[in-house]
């Protein structure tokens, strides 16, 4: 793929900015979008910044009938000295180009998409909220566009990135949650799309969402698919335990989606020399361990929510409560750290920010 | 939900029609459409028959990003005297609802939007093409249209009606295939989506549908997505084998899509007093019956293929040659009486045929 040159239209009709801390997860959309287009014959081509407008399809799109599209999602937080940074966007794009290959998508370049991904961040710069734990959501995605009824790959597709200000995640705050342990749904088994983002793999849980939700939980944990046994992921996060000084999270095993946060966690807690391990982990041991008191502390991690305290976990009418529904101290310095790292408030010595010229 | 006034807009520019013998498969559409939207406030509601037109959707539209989506398959079939029949609608649109339901999309009035189906066909039914093998394909299908990023069902969906002539699904008449089965990747799994005709079900099959392409199969046969066992389902058709005399087919367990054709098969074959038995079975299984000269015939059975003779099937370097790759006597009668009752050759003794007026 050669690099190629960026097209800019800019918006005549530029929009209000909402107030930076009041604004609902993923509806207010800046003034531009990033596009770029896939044909068989010309490869991925024409990229261009225009103005945010609505797209036109054909009903037969391939997108509404086989759901052959991957997404991303990332965030640019605004630093000390209005300076603009992203958190490991690399990341971002290599699981984009692993989740396509599942899809049967043809791979983007990585850099030259980070390249035009930063430029367009630039265009909207002003959109990058300031007051604390508010960012600019960022979302890439591919979708399937040709037009055609038949089950197989599309001969073409489209490439879009979209730039949504976003809101603290927690009202009020980091916020120990209660999270319902299903044993019905499956959300990925082996040999399915577990470790893509695609989008097929967030539908398929609404219904078990509701479900946690009709029980007073604010999420779902989802056990494998094989045998309803094995601590997968929470929601759209991934999940650790603090057990006994060691702090446990799944390993990836094809199902699992590979959090950038979750390896960005595992490093830090090889640095502070905090005892870290991957491996399967069952309900029952978690359980056991719940029994004789070794579950120190338990929380997600995910790009929306960076870290989230899990107070409550319920799994077949039992309940296991921990930390007493507290933020436990790892959880917090996780969160302070990552969280500072992305602000520019604490010393990035990993290199995990780029900062948007 | 009411009964309500269907509003039909005719096009002004019709298209021309193209050689019914000469037609790929979901690429040509007919003049006009049938569009329905929901919103939570007013549900389902302004049902309409428009021209054919491309459909204008938010790049933050839920359909992009989260999969949430239902469609169903079915046709339309020129018959002597030039009637039109279609083969149990009312099935597609129960399962329509059934999909829905598993997508948390609220459902159809299926008897209202049945009826809009054959005002829409009786619009367009000089586009039922009338060689043989062929027919008017017929996709409705449900999108969520609510601007947002959150990961929580839509407020807001479109159904749309598409209607397409297709060829013989055979060019060259019915002719026996070769199967690969699929060891590595899962199509579904127990408390997945595997009972639902939604999109993301048919893309994550891609990357072995290009396996068994490039091994010389023309199709993939899935097994269980838990222990890659039992046989559930080839592509996007149900299977049935005949050994020794009883037709077996795999039972449906909540990942086998409940096809209509493999219903109306099993109907055929109890009235014909021909044993017919759903009930697990593993490939070891059957490999060991073609061991012993027992499996007589195979054949998976859908919408578009109708019945598709299984002439080969590939297990781990292992080849099945079943019924020396020629039409068994059961699959062509199987295939004569359906098609005979879809074009009104055959008695309807079952009502399986509503005429379109």
Redesign the interface.
């Given at each position: 793929m050669n690099e190629q040159k960026l097209e800019i239209v800019k918006s005549k009709n530029l929009k209000p900015k909402p107030q930076s801390d009041q604004i609902?997860?993923?509806?207010t959309?800046t003034d531009h979008?990033f596009v770029m287009d896939y044909e068989v014959e010309k490869g991925w081509h024409d990229p261009r910044i225009v103005p945010?407008e609505?797209?036109?399809?054909?009903?037969?799109a391939m997108?509404?009938?086989?759901?052959?599209?991957v997404?991303e999602g990332l965030k640019a937080y605004r630093a000390e000295e209005d300076r603009i940074l992203l958190f490991r966007p690399d990341m971002n794009f290599q699981r984009l180009n692993r989740s396509s290959e599942?899809?049967?998508i043809p791979p983007i370049d990585e850099d030259q998409v980070m390249n035009h991904l930063t430029e367009l961040i630039s265009i909207e710069k002003d959109w990058v909220p300031s007051t604390e734990g508010t960012s600019l959501?960022i979302?890439p995605?591919i979708?399937?566009t040709e037009?055609?009824?038949?089950?197989?790959?599309s001969q073409s597709y489209k490439l879009?990135i979209?730039l949504?200000p976003v809101g603290s995640y927690f009202t009020g705050g980091l916020r120990p949650v209660t999270i319902n342990v299903e044993d019905?749904?499956?959300?990925?088994?082996?040999?399915?799309?577990g470790m893509a983002k695609?989008?097929?793999?967030?539908?398929?849980?609404?219904?078990a969402?509701?479900k946690a939700y009709k029980e007073g939980n604010a999420d779902v944990l989802w056990l494998d698919?094989?045998?309803?046994k094995y601590i997968e992921e929470v929601?759209?996060m991934n999940i650790f335990f603090k057990i006994n000084g060691e702090v446990v999270t799944p390993e990836l095993n094809g199902s699992i989606l590979k959090g950038i946060t979750r390896m960005s966690i595992i490093e830090l807690l090889k640095k502070w020399d905090i005892p870290v391990v991957e491996r399967k982990i069952s309900v029952e041991e978690l359980y056991k361990a719940y029994e004789e008191g070794l579950v120190e502390e338990a929380f997600g991690t995910g790009t929306a929510a960076v870290i989230s305290p899990v107070g409550e976990l319920n799994w077949l009418g039992r309940k296991m409560i921990i930390n007493d529904h507290q933020i436990g101290e790892l959880s917090q310095k996780l969160y302070d750290t990552i969280t500072g790292i992305q602000t520019g408030k604490v010393e990035d010595r990993h290199e995990w920010t780029l900062e948007v010229k």
């Open positions: 609902p997860f993923g509806r959309f979008m945010y609505p797209l036109t399809l054909d009903p037969a997108i509404f009938h086989y759901g052959q599209t997404f599942r899809l049967s959501y979302r995605f979708i399937a037009t055609s009824l038949a089950v197989a790959p879009m979209i949504s019905q749904f499956t959300r990925a088994v082996k040999g399915g799309t695609t989008a097929g793999n967030y539908s398929s849980g609404y219904q969402q509701a698919g094989m045998e309803k929601g759209s």
